[in-house]
């Protein structure tokens, strides 16, 4: 677990504390009979440190970009054949009846 990992999760859990805040914020409007208008400041600065948090963390987690030589045996291209109008896919049409003989009734 690496400091990238523990900033994760304190952004995971300022996000579910600026839930559960908002949610009993607005119980409490409830209670004392007023329009909810939006969250308090504080819970949106939480907000949006819990965000910078998360993203954060998804940037320095995962690792660093490996780089891509094309000489090498595993980035090998796939090569199509010269000649694409003879290629033949197998797929669900061959299940169909070859003979469709769809009449009106009127």
């Not at 996000?15 to 007023?34: N, P, V």
């Not at 504080?42 to 948090?53: T, W």
Request: charge should be negative; aromatic fraction near 12%; charged fraction near 15%.
């Amino acid at each position: 677990m690496g400091l990238g990992f523990i900033i994760g999760v304190f952004g995971v859990l300022f996000l579910f504390h600026a839930a559960y805040s908002t949610i009993q914020y607005r119980g409490l409007l409830k209670i004392m009979e007023e329009e909810f208008s939006g969250p308090p400041m504080n819970v949106v600065l939480e907000l949006l440190l819990g965000f910078v948090f998360c993203v954060s963390a998804a940037l320095t987690v995962p690792g660093n970009f490996l780089s891509i030589h094309p000489d090498s045996e595993e980035n090998r291209i796939v090569s199509l054949p010269a000649n694409l109008d003879f290629m033949i896919f197998n797929h669900r049409a061959k299940a169909l009846p070859l003979e469709i003989d769809m009449k009106l009734k009127h």
